[in-house]
C-alpha cells in the first residue's frame, strides 16, 4: 500500500513539473531544443541508469563547452534532470522498493526536499565565485567516487533492508545537505549509496531510496528554479528529451555493460573541469547579483 502511495504522488509530481517546464518553455519562446544537449542528456543518463552518474559528467561537458553561463549550469542541469530522474525512480521502486522500508525512503526524501527548498535561493543569490568554487569542489568529490568505485574501494554494504534508529537519523540528515547541495549541480547517488553500504544496508536497495528523494526533492527545487526564469530552457528541454528515452533503453533494454575504462574516462574529464572551476573562481572579481544576472541573461 506504502509502495502503491509513492509510485502515485511521484507521478502525480512528475506530470505537475513537466506542465511547469513546458509552458515556461512555451511563454519564453524557449520551446525548441538544441541538439547537442539532447545528445548530452541522452549519454549521460544511459550511462547514469547503468551506475556511471550524470551531473558531473553533464556539468564537465558543459563547462568545457562553456554551454551556459557558470552561475546558470547547475540550475540548468538540474531543471532538465528531474523527469529522468522521476522515470529512474520509478523503474527502482517497481523493481527494489518492495524490499526497502517505506519509512526510510519517505524520511530521506522529505528531508532532501526541505534541503532543496533551502538550496535554490541560496545558489541564486551567492557571488558567482562562491558557486563556481562550490561546483568544482563538489566535481573533484565526484571524481575521488569514481576512482573508488574502480579502484573496489566503496564500502561492500551488508544485507540490511532499513537502518537501525541512530543511522536511520543520519541518514535523514544528510539527505538535507544533500537536498540543498542539488542546487549547486551536486548529485546525491554516489553519497548516498556509499553511506548506506557503510552502515550495512544492501547497496542495491540504495537506489530506489536515492532515485526517490532526488526526485521529489528536485520537482519542488526545480518548479521554483523554472519561476526565477534565470536558466536556459532551450537546454534543459534538450537535457529532458534525450534523458527519458535513454533511462528505458539502459533499464530495460542493456541493463549491464562494462564501464570500468568509461568510468577512469569520466574521472578524468570531470577532474579537469572542477579544477578549470577552481581557476575561474580564483581569478574572477566580485560583482553585484545584479550585474550577474543581466549579463548572464543578455549573454
Not at 71 to 88: D, F
Not at 215 to 232: L, M, P, Q, Y
Amino acid at each position: 500500500m506504502m509502495l502503491t502511495l509513492l509510485l502515485a504522488t511521484l507521478a502525480l509530481a512528475a506530470v505537475a513539473y513537466g506542465f511547469a517546464l513546458a509552458r515556461a518553455a512555451v511563454i519564453s519562446r524557449q520551446y525548441l531544443p538544441r541538439f547537442e544537449p539532447i545528445l548530452l542528456g541522452a549519454v549521460t543518463n544511459f550511462f547514469d541508469t547503468l551506475g556511471i552518474g550524470s551531473f558531473a559528467p553533464t556539468m564537465a561537458w558543459m563547462r568545457f563547452r562553456q554551454m551556459v553561463p557558470d552561475r546558470m549550469m547547475p540550475l540548468t542541469m538540474l531543471a532538465g534532470y528531474i523527469l529522468p530522474s522521476v522515470a529512474q525512480a520509478l523503474i527502482f521502486l517497481v523493481l527494489l522498493g518492495v524490499r526497502v522500508d517505506p519509512w526510510l525512503i519517505i524520511a530521506c526524501s522529505v528531508s532532501m526536499v526541505i534541503g532543496g527548498i533551502l538550496g535554490v535561493p541560496i545558489a541564486l543569490r551567492l557571488p558567482i565565485r562562491v558557486v563556481q568554487t562550490i561546483v568544482g569542489i563538489a566535481l573533484l568529490v565526484a571524481a575521488v567516487f569514481y576512482a573508488l568505485s574502480n579502484l573496489d574501494l566503496m564500502p561492500a554494504g551488508g544485507t540490511a533492508t532499513t537502518l537501525a534508529q541512530p543511522y536511520f537519523l543520519i541518514a535523514v540528515a544528510a539527505h538535507l545537505l544533500f537536498g540543498i547541495l542539488m542546487s549547486f549541480g551536486v548529485g546525491n547517488y554516489a553519497p548516498t549509496l556509499a553511506m548506506l553500504s557503510l552502515f550495512g544496508m544492501d547497496p542495491r536497495l540504495a537506489f530506489p531510496i536515492m532515485a526517490c528523494a532526488a526526485s521529489f526533492a528536485g520537482c519542488t527545487s526545480a518548479t521554483r528554479v523554472i519561476r526565477e526564469r534565470r536558466i536556459d530552457l532551450r537546454i534543459a528541454v534538450g537535457l529532458t528529451l534525450g534523458a527519458i528515452p535513454a533511462v528505458l533503453i539502459a533499464a530495460f533494454v542493456v541493463r549491464d555493460l562494462p564501464l570500468t575504462m568509461l568510468r577512469w574516462l569520466v574521472t578524468s574529464v570531470v577532474t579537469y573541469a572542477g579544477v578549470s572551476l577552481l581557476i575561474a573562481a580564483a581569478r574572477r572579481p566580485d560583482e553585484s547579483i545584479d550585474d550577474r544576472i543581466e549579463r548572464a541573461v543578455t549573454g
